[in-house]
């Protein structure tokens, strides 16, 4: 198949172009700059260049393409409503021209499990929670995706954890490292018992792959390999890779250690990745989360952190 790749260059968009050329697919990936450009034809994938506001170029490579496969998202936390309106206008633009051209064509966009209930096992029949702000507000791309499905697009969601991990900036683990690095100290909030699923971008990259091969009109996909990792086994693990102490934080103290990341270091998010594997065969092999952190650590000294 020929498949339009956007947020190719990312983090976890890189790995999905690796693992679609790796099994014989074509890539039109978009990429915003030359150096992505170049990036993609390294890896032996074509370049589209625009930028996910480009409703015309999104449509342009749709339209080139059996299926889609949408990973951009605009990370503007000053205005986090706007960059999920952009997300849904992109999303509208790719699907109706695949839904226009007829034929079995496919839509896998990229959604969050931080969307769905804290505090509970989320699954993949779980809506997204309506009445949290970030549920409200990236998950409500899930319906403009999936409503394809009625026009005829086999269109699906993948949600990714918060700590999708890997040799890279690894989602929460990233600033959860960074600010250790900064204060020397790796800290956790009261008894840090609350918990974030994860999984390793490698094995992300094969359920987009998956999902846009076989996937059932209307699915959604968890790229879940671990269900919840206590935050203070985390904080433990990083203490003792950057040999410094492990304290506990107060709630009262969580914004002025963390700063904007104080959200995250507090979130109480599990989900299961059960019916995944059974409606797609996925099965996990990539490490864990615990594994990586010296991987990541790496990185995010290598880039000045």
């Not at 509970?120 to 809506?127: A, P, T, V, Y």
């Not at 009109?217 to 985390?234: C, N, Q, R, T």
Request: net charge negative; glycine share 12%.
């Amino acid at each position: 198949m020929r498949v339009f790749v956007t947020g190719s260059t990312g983090f976890v968009g890189s790995a999905v172009v690796k693992e679609l050329l790796s099994a014989g697919h074509n890539v039109l990936g978009l990429a915003r700059s030359e150096k992505g450009v170049e990036q993609l034809k390294s890896q032996g994938a074509e370049a589209l260049y625009g930028t996910i506001e480009d409703l015309e170029v999104l449509k342009k490579g749709a339209s080139e393409c059996d299926a889609v496969i949408h990973l951009a998202f605009v990370h503007n936390f000053d205005d986090f409503a706007g960059s999920c309106a952009t997300d849904r206008a992109a999303i509208t633009a790719m699907g109706s021209t695949l839904a226009a051209a007829g034929g079995d064509r496919a839509l896998v966009i990229t959604s969050g499990t931080m969307g769905l209930t804290h505090g509970k096992l989320g699954d993949e029949d779980d809506l997204a929670d309506m009445t949290s702000p970030l549920g409200a507000s990236r998950g409500a791309s899930e319906p403009v995706c999936l409503d394809f499905a009625k026009h005829g697009v086999r269109a699906s969601v993948v949600r990714l954890p918060p700590t999708t991990h890997g040799p890279g900036f690894s989602g929460f683990m990233g600033p959860f490292i960074t600010v250790a690095l900064q204060k020397s100290v790796s800290a956790y909030v009261g008894d840090g018992q609350n918990r974030w699923c994860a999984g390793h971008r490698d094995d992300a990259a094969k359920l987009y792959r998956l999902a846009m091969e076989k996937a059932k009109p209307g699915s959604i996909f968890h790229a879940v390999a671990e269900e919840g990792v206590p935050v203070k086994d985390l904080a433990t693990e990083v203490g003792k890779q950057l040999n410094i102490p492990v304290v506990s934080i107060p709630p009262a103290k969580v914004q002025e250690h963390f700063g904007w990341f104080h959200f995250g270091v507090v979130a109480d998010n599990m989900a299961s990745s059960v019916k995944t594997s059974e409606r797609l065969g996925w099965t996990p092999t990539g490490s864990t989360v615990i594994e990586d952190v010296p991987v990541i650590i790496d990185y995010l000294k290598s880039q000045g952190a």
